[in-house]
């Protein structure tokens, strides 16, 4: 089974409007499971881009995060595996990018880096790497973009880094 998860988009909501939408989606298919035939023991999250930096979130972050929301209340929405096509995992490394931040991470945060760092950091998957939380794998994009060194989790829960594009690895 898989479905295709909506989630509102800048302007209508800022973080962490979007990882709420997310985990409400995975609650809600685990609250109807019988119903849609899916198996509530796993779970997994992919995405592209946006939709990868969510799925990264969906797998490293759990309800002491602070983005469960109140829908579906008493299902997780913690996913067991995560497939990620080159979603930005630290944020912050773009902070000095004013291109970015004017263009997307600014909006998307609702504030420069310069003016919230914490809020940068909060919505960047790489604060919540650690043990017991699925691996992330970091798959190929295309080289052409030069995104800032990312970080993927490891099987036993540890940060790795990735070179930019181009970079010998």
């Not at 119903?35 to 779970?43: F, L, P």
């Not at 929301?69 to 990018?97: M, N």
């Not at 909060?122 to 190929?140: E, F, H, N, T, W």
């Not at 990312?150 to 070179?163: K, M, N, T």
Request: hydrophobic content about 35%; glycine content about 12%.
């Amino acid at each position: 089974m898989a479905a295709s998860v909506g989630y509102r988009l800048v302007p209508d909501a800022t973080f962490p409007g979007q990882i709420e939408d997310a985990k409400t989606a995975v609650r809600f298919l685990r609250a109807h499971a019988d119903k849609y035939a899916i198996d509530k023991k796993r779970v997994a999250a992919m995405g592209w881009s946006a939709g990868g930096h969510l799925a990264c979130l969906l797998g490293l972050t759990d309800e002491t995060c602070g983005f469960d929301g109140k829908e579906c209340p008493g299902q997780s929405s913690q996913v067991q595996a995560v497939i990620d096509y080159f979603g930005p995992t630290d944020l912050a490394a773009f902070g000095k990018d004013e291109l970015a931040q004017k263009g997307m991470l600014g909006p998307f945060i609702g504030a420069k880096y310069a003016d919230n760092p914490a809020a940068h950091a909060k919505a960047s998957p790489i604060q919540y790497v650690k043990k017991g939380r699925p691996a992330v794998p970091d798959l190929p994009r295309d080289q052409g973009l030069d995104c800032p060194d990312r970080a993927i989790a490891g099987p036993d829960g540890e940060a790795q880094g990735r070179p930019r594009a181009g970079e010998a690895g």
